[in-house]
T-cell receptor, first 116, second 107 residues
Framework: KAGVTQTPRYLIKTRGQQVTLSCSPI?????VSWYQQTPGQGLQFLFE???????NKGNFPGRFSGRQFSNSRSEMNVSTLELGDSALYLC???????????????FGSGTRLTVV | SQQGEEDPQALSIQEGENATMNCSYK?????LQWYRQNSGRGLVHLIL?????REKHSGRLRVTLDTSKKSSSLLITASRAADTASYFC???????FGAGTRLTVKP
């Protein structure tokens, strides 16, 4: 089955602009999480969505937002881009827990955002 | 912070040697997961260990969990150059990651 698909793979934006990244989870997965990865800060949790509801949120400013659609696809938006927003943005999906089992997450290849 | 924290930050070994990396966490967990990331790519799930398990194997991987010390270790036996990657642990709920261990296996 298809993996987690993130689009676009690469993006260059100018300071002050806004950007929208997309993540299509594995079919049947209803949980989608977003992470920001930078060399200095490692993997930072942004937010998690489950059945169109934000279930968890990391410590990021309000410029970072997300949403999930009824087909479980998710988007994250960053407004008023700053140079420090340059990073690899990773999306991960997970099936709903079943029969007490917990599953590992499946990650997409990421979107590399460069802010100039 | 509820992150998993890995150490060492970097590890360099020769092919054929074993590699051990550790993960510590601060709060109680239901499970802990290990992931691998090849340069600039997405993370790949390696193994999940539940809080009621003490050890788990998967091929050349062995994971241990000590809930009393709030720590876990990942052992890669008979390492190969292809094992060169960054390794991360993640606490189950919320999936918080540490900074990872950068493993280099020299041929």
């Amino acid at each position: 089955k298809a993996g987690v698909t993130q689009t676009p793979r690469y993006l260059i934006k100018t300071r002050g602009q806004q950007v929208t990244l997309s993540c299509s989870p594995i079919s049947g997965h209803r949980s989608v999480s977003w992470y920001q990865q930078t060399p200095g800060q490692g993997l930072q949790f942004l937010f998690e969505y489950f059945s169109e509801t934000q279930r968890n949120k990391g410590n990021f400013p309000g410029r970072f937002s997300g949403r999930q659609f009824s087909n479980s696809r998710s988007e994250m938006n960053v407004s008023t881009l700053e140079l420090g927003d340059s990073a690899l943005y990773l999306c991960a999906s997970s099936p709903p827990p079943g029969q007490g089992r917990v599953h590992g997450y499946t990650f997409g290849s990421g979107t590399r955002l460069t802010v100039v | 912070s509820q992150q998993g924290e890995e150490d060492p930050q970097a590890l360099s070994i020769q092919e054929g040697e074993n590699a051990t990396m550790n993960c510590s966490y601060k709060t109680s967990i239901n499970n802990l997961q290990w992931y691998r990331q090849n340069s600039g790519r997405g993370l790949v799930h390696l193994i999940l260990i539940r809080s009621n398990e003490r050890e788990k194997h998967s091929g050349r991987l062995r994971v241990t969990l000590d809930t009393s010390k709030k720590s876990s270790s990942l052992l890669i036996t008979a390492s190969r150059a292809a094992d060169t990657a960054s390794y991360f642990c993640a606490r189950g709920e919320g999936m918080r990651f540490g900074a990872g261990t950068r493993l280099t296996v020299k041929p």
